[in-house]
Each structure stands twice: as structure tokens, then as C-alpha cells.
């Protein structure tokens, strides 16, 4: 089932207010920034004012790896990291090359591999599916031959039992008919208007089952609509804070905890005061190749 309207999405949650919710995922895969830097432009967060790549400082990002890396265990989450890669420096995005999400005909999570549009981060997505194979987790590929990346763009909620699509810069819209007749699998679809955000998770978060954080300039209105259909409550993001510090791309594993870069004050405010606690971290160096909290981890089930 495809839902792309505000009025479809009322009513589909209408009727699945009385379904349970589906076993929450519990495991963080990461992997290593040994070969991190910015080495290419596919996004504008690449470049300086110049046109130049920006410099990483190899040393500093190691830190800011590490420092999120002992927030998700201090937060009871268990932990994993693929080895670093030359010539692939943006493999430490680990939520672009693989969806986790739950098989209706297997009754289980299981992992759908992307297809990544650029031709840079394409060799990525082969060191993952041997990782999950090597673990007993069952690993699919697509059919459709078109773009897909990921966690990047489709986020499945567990709480709703829903995939939230976003389709546009990164993502083909077309994959996710894919998505639904082959795993039984409802999506929200949602476009993506914007370059600034490129992929859902820079500009969308699920805060809990109630609430959201939007950027609204991302959606277009009946994108809006849709997700105000979908939630009770819509944080909306300061376009500033998440331009300068990708607070958008913040991340919740448990309902109540919220790991975001530092320096988003009005955004942090907003969290505390619907009760949520911020855990502000530094990923500044991995903001330079246009990533952040959500993009540096993948959420799946182990």
C-alpha cells in the first residue's frame, strides 16, 4: 500500500490504532573512519565558497567517531563497526547502503540492499551485504534498477509499522511500488523539493510514535500535510540551525532520548520542552562530506 496524501494517511492510522507495535530495533552497525575525507562532491556540503573540497582532519574525526560511538553504548545500545575501506571514504555512512526492515512473509527484520546514484559509493554496498550474511540475517536485492539509498531516504517505524519513503535527490520514487507488493510493506512516500536536503533523514526524525521533526522548506505541502496526519506533534526544525548544524539529521533510538551535533540551541529548547533529553555531540569533521548522527550509524535488529 503506497500512501502519499494527507487524507489516505488519516485514514490508514485510523484503522491501525488498535495494531501493536512490532519489536523495536536494538543493534548500531558503524564503520570505521580509517579512510574518511572528503575526496568528491555529491552534495553541496562538500565544497567551500571556492569550489574546493574541504579538508578533514583525520585525527579529530577519529575522536568524534569514538565520542558517538560511546554515547550509543551508554545509552544500552549494542554496538558494531565494519572496517574502514580505502578509495570508499564515505562508507562511514552506514545508513545509506542497506534498509533493515520487517519482512510481513518472513515475520522477522531483514536487510534490502540499495542501489547507491553515485557511481563513488556504489562499491560500498558489497561489503555490507557480506556482513549481514556472514550473521545468519537474511540479505535482499532489488529488482528495479533505479536509485535507492537506504536508511538515507526510507526509515521503517516499528511504533506505526510503516516505511516513511522519501523520493527526489537520492532516491527514484518508483522503488518503492517494489517495496510494497514484494514485502507487504505500507509507505508513506514523501517528496523531497529541496538540494540542501537531499535524503529524508537530513530534514525528517521519529521522535516517538506521537511526535516528529520536519523540515518544512524540505516537503512540499502535501508532503506537510501527510506527516501532520501521521503524528500528534511536529517539532519543525530551525532552517538555520539544521543548514549550519544538521540537527535534522538528529537521532532517537528509544522515544525519549535524542542524540544531535552540538551547537542547535533553539532546536535542543524545543526537545526539552515536550520532555525529550539531548545528548549533543560533536561530528563536525563528517558534517564536511554533508553527514551527521543518523547518517553515521545504522538502526537495525540484531
Not at 543493534?27 to 565558497?49: G, Q
Not at 543548514?243 to 528509544?254: L, R, S
Amino acid at each position: 500500500m503506497i500512501i502519499e496524501n494527507s487524507l489516505s494517511a488519516l485514514s490508514f492510522l485510523r484503522d491501525r490504532r488498535s495494531v501493536p507495535s512490532l519489536p523495536s530495533f536494538d543493534s548500531i552497525l558503524m564503520a570505521s573512519p580509517d579512510f574518511f575525507k572528503v575526496a568528491y562532491a555529491i552534495n553541496p556540503y562538500m565544497t567551500d565558497e571556492s569550489g574546493n573540497l574541504k579538508q578533514v582532519d583525520s585525527t579529530k574525526a577519529r575522536e568524534q567517531w569514538e565520542g558517538l560511538r560511546r554515547t550509543f553504548i551508554e545509552l544500552g545500545l549494542k554496538v558494531e563497526a565494519i572496517p574502514g575501506v580505502e578509495n570508499l571514504p564515505d562508507i562511514v555512512f552506514t545508513a545509506n547502503q542497506t534498509f533493515p526492515f520487517w519482512n510481513a512473509n518472513s515475520h522477522r527484520y531483514e536487510i534490502l540492499l540499495s542501489h547507491m546514484r553515485s557511481k563513488e559509493r556504489s562499491p560500498e554496498v558489497s561489503f555490507f551485504k557480506r556482513w549481514f550474511e556472514e550473521r545468519g540475517i537474511t540479505v535482499h536485492e532489488l529488482n528495479y534498477s533505479g536509485a535507492f539509498e537506504g536508511n538515507g531516504d526510507a526509515i521503517f517505524s516499528p511504533a506505526h509499522g510503516v516505511v516513511f519513503g522519501g523520493y527526489g535527490p537520492r532516491t527514484d520514487k518508483e522503488v518503492y511500488q517494489e517495496l510494497s507488493d514484494r514485502f507487504h510493506l505500507p509507505i508513506v512516500r514523501l517528496e523531497l523539493r529541496s538540494k540542501d536536503f537531499y535524503h529524508l533523514d537530513t530534514c525528517f526524525s521519529i521522535l516517538s510514535k506521537e511526535v516528529a521533526a520536519v523540515q518544512p522548506e524540505a516537503f512540499t505541502k502535501e508532503g506537510l500535510l501527510t506527516l501532520q496526519n501521521v503524528f500528534n506533534q511536529i517539532i519543525e526544525i530551525p532552517y538555520q540551525e539544521n543548514i549550519e548544524f544538521f540537527c535534522g539529521n538528529c537521532f532517537c533510538p528509544d522515544g525519549q532520548n535524542v542524540i544531535l551535533q552540538k551547537g542547535s540551541e533553539t532546536f535542543e529548547k524545543q526537545l526539552v520542552r515536550l520532555g525529550f533529553r539531548p545528548w549533543a555531540v560533536d561530528t563536525s569533521e563528517f558534517m564536511k562530506s554533508g553527514g551527521s548522527v543518523f547518517c553515521l550509524k545504522l538502526f537495525y535488529r540484531g
